[in-house]
């Protein structure tokens, strides 16, 4: 039997934060407290641990290792004191995948109707897996995946089924 | 015929492997076919000529076709749940070991007793179900339905689960080109050199279409454009994939076998692509049409292309000895093919006068007579063709000389496929040269910038000259609608149309005589080309008679609508992966596996599963219902509650915001304190409700309903976005942020205050419809003082991924207090006896708080609220409106739910009037006695009737109305 598309791997300790604000007026007062540069419109930046997610064209998704949650919540709330702003924890909102091969691609074609030949390295698309809602971007290696908490287990079985050994998108 | 001798040519066959065999059984005989071979031609590689039988008249018909638009050669393929009807013997790859079904016919192919409506066909014209089975009326719901039901239908449907696998998949590309002949594989190439990313698909296992088998170098044509597309780097060639849809936008659905061959080898058998392209190119071919001459259906008689497609892609003599009939000079190719083969040509009929063209010289040259300026009077044989009787072109079909064969092979023009073109809006016309509709590049389908975003090319743009030099010396084609010109009846009752409805000439006729004049209409009235080949023959030959029955030019006709898919689509490939546990999202709280693991019974709530109760050993669900109820009165009780909706509203504006979403005031509500809302659409009708909690001085948290999360949040934002979008509020759905369990019970407070926490629980320190936060059992909480059981309650929302452990904390240390989880339904009934409204009980979108006394939770003083104005309406002020009340039943049973209460008389259409219904109904373990809630005209004016709710089975309960709060009316126990 051929190996699976991807290697599906459901991964914890990730902390993640809702930041709604006028990107205009506040970009750089939630930059230099979230650690990050401002993302472009539908891109992610990253320095390797936390990564800041453009999610509209007023919130921002910043993904950090869960023990860093409560401190950078305090700092971008800090930051944002006067403005019209709306910061929230929603590391518990979320399942996190990683789908990781040479193929990972191919799972993700066969679940959202993206376009990934469209989706730049430095990409975040927010769409859905399947009948679900799910956003995603690149990693090394594959794509991180996230969805809602409570739809992790359809997530994982779609997932593994789009995964399923010998069933590349490739023509035969 | 069972010894019939090979019909393998020694020579040919550029799609077979003649060293490896294949083995298979056919109506129990054990025959040979070849690696390569599709179920058609192993058959007729073995003699088999007859391969199934019509569908009305049960008679035996043979393949006409050699490809996707083939009408007669259907099977049942395979067993159990891989059971599939009506596949097309042309198209399906023999296999090793298949098993196939003849279909229509019982006992046996051979020997058919349904047959004998062939006999009585003239008693089944055009309509016959129609005139026949109108009266008597019942005649039809018991007798005529049930027989016509049990013997209509093409093939029968599996019984089993399909067993096997399905997917999906989506594909982007500035150009699909479908198709994979010479003009598919040039469009390709051209498009590939202009830039982008171009997927060119193939029905087929084979590259090529007809080029291969219409000119000797074409196969290398074909290879050399192979090998130049193989070689772009933004080019994907896919077989075995037919675009069977084309959508607005440019969006294709086309079906990729995968596994058809082998469905064990554990890959999806069949893959749906969903493709989207700014440009599609249709280089989908032409078919070729079936002659109307008498007796055009029985087995021998075949389309001219498929004679050669045979004889050349898979070294089959369909016959012996061959008499072509034509229109055109395309067809001659077969007569020289066959005769090169070894075949015997008898003679070449050609309804034109003339016949001039370099392929009728070749066919002189090799000695083949031609007879020009006739036709075929009618076919010899039944269940094979045993010769043809020919005629003048232009008479009735009196017989001008005889010709023995066994195989006829007829051409009456080709038709482009319009299908794709024609899905999302293309437009035809007619082409007199060719006799054919084609694409009309002046109207082709639209995308979203108002350009044509599809193009025909090749002969599916009706360029049936486009493979070579060679067909551009051809002789024009003549339209010939009918063999002879005038034919009488009796030889026009004989001629085919729809192959597979069993339509003749007569019947199309006949339906123009009975008035008849569209085309749609007389598709219906005759089932022409609505069968499981949706007419890809018939169609252009059915309008064509049509026309000349009503005296009209063709395209004045027109064509029937072309509709998806192009051919049939097994509904697993629609579902593909969603089935079995992956059919739908099931949406499980934090804590779904503990109420599992305690033998829930669950209820579907939207997408989530909740628990409705917990039956123990010996009890059912209801009996679990009530032991939880009186759990909770009389002890304490948690309910998983983290499915309701958590919204967060902040900002300047966010007062002002919820005051406009809420009917009463929530900008007054005081940091810490909780409120009930009420949520109004536009037309004033109630949609949702919850306690709002003010957070800080510029946030709330707004619950909603389970199922109203997400339609609430989209319902903010999209007034936010569209409305009020000067307005500073930020909103954000944190319902999935949050496990929230209710706790309930007079022994509520004593549970919590057990576990360590750093909140004070006291009456003074946490009053009802206040909260605080802090720490419950080491865990960060926030505790909410509202209930929805009349009970002393906190609703404890911790993070979601702590919200097992907090569960599980309660019932340990609730264990000696016989802490009890209580489901949905013990919810619902607790809420009812306290008279609290459900929305979806006793709401269904038609129904204004103002109906259900909930004018306390509705501000005067606001100048508006969303909802307002269509509350001040005439009809929604009528005092006439149906009212909330309590109803007691008289007898003690339970009255049912949704039980109309009826008034006297009846309303203008003689239905009984109606004055009120149930909304709401349980029996109350608490009081020991059904309770219910209903909506009543006047009815909390009317304390004390007694109203009649008939039910189905004829009986009549009664119930008296009354105050719809059955206990602690007072609200003494919210506070324990």
Known sequence: ?172 | MTHTPSFRLARGGRLIDRARQIPFRFDGRHLRGLQGDTLASALLANGQMMMGRSFKYHRPRGPLASGAEEPNALFGLGQGGRFEPNQRATTTALLSGMVMQSQNCWPSLDADIGAVNGWLSPMFPAGFYYKTFIHPRAFWKHLFEPVIRHSAGLGRAPSDPDPDRYEQAYAHTETVVVGGGIAGLTAAREAARAGGRVLVLEQGPVWGGRTPVDHRDGQARIEALLADLGARPNVTLRRNCMATGLYDHGYLLAREALADHDPDQGIPRQRLWRIRARQVVTATGALERPLSFAMNDVPGVMLASAVRDFILDYGVAPGRRLVVVTNNDDAYRTALIAQEAGLEVAAIIDARPRAGGDLAQAARAANIPVLTGTGIARVRGGRHVEGVIHCDQSGEGRPTGAIDCDVVAMSGGWSPVVHLYSHCGGKLIWDEAEAMFRPDPARPPLGADGQGNVTATGAANGDLRCAGDLERAEDATMPVWCMPQNAPYKLRSKMWLDFQNDVKVSDVQLAAREGYASVEHTKRYTTLGMATDQGKLSNINGLAVLSEALSQPIPQTGTTTFRPPYTPLTLATIAADARGDAFQPLRRTPIHDWHARNGAAWEPVGQWRRPYSYPRAGEDRHAAVNREILAVRKGVGTLDASTLGKIVVRGPDAGRFLDMLYTNMMSTLPVGKCRYGLMCSENGFLMDDGVVARLTEDSWLCHTTTGGAERIHGHMEDWLQCEWWDWQVYTANLTEQYAQIAVAGPKARALLERLPGSIDLSQQALPFMQWAEGEVAGIPARIYRISFSGELSYEIAVPAGRGLDLWERLHEAGHDMGITPYGTEAMHVMRAEKGFIMIGDETDGTIIPQDLGLGWAISKKKADYIGKRAQSRSFMTDRARWQLVGLESLDGRVIPDGAYAVDAGSNANGQRKMQGRVTSSYHSPTLDRPIAMALVRHGPERMGQVLDFPLPSGEVMQGRICDPVFYDREGGRLNG
Do not use: C
Not at chain 1, 28 to 53: C, F, M, Y
Not at chain 1, 99 to 112: N, Q
């Open chain 1, 1 to 172: 039997m051929a190996d699976a598309l991807a290697t599906i791997t459901r991964r914890d300790g990730f902390g993640m934060v809702t930041i709604r604000a006028d990107l205009d007026r506040s970009g750089d007062a939630i930059a230099e407290a979230a650690g990050l540069a401002i993302p472009g419109v539908t891109r992610i930046t990253s320095d390797g641990s936390r990564s800041l997610g453009w999610m509209s064209p007023d919130e921002l998704l910043l993904i950090l290792p869960a023990a860093e949650t409560g401190a950078a919540i305090a700092a971008l709330t800090g930051a944002l004191t006067g403005e019209h702003a709306l910061v929230v924890d929603v590391s518990d909102a979320r399942a996190v995948f990683d789908l990781t091969g040479p193929h990972a691609g191919d799972v993700i074609a066969k679940l959202s109707p993206a376009d990934l030949d469209a989706l730049p390295a430095d990409g975040l698309r927010r769409s859905r897996a399947a009948q679900t809602a799910a956003a995603f971007w690149r990693i090394e290696g594959g794509f991180r995946l996230i969805g809602f908490r409570s739809t992790a287990q359809y997530l994982d079985l779609i997932l593994r089924n789009a995964a399923l050994p010998g069933s590349q998108l490739a023509p035969r």
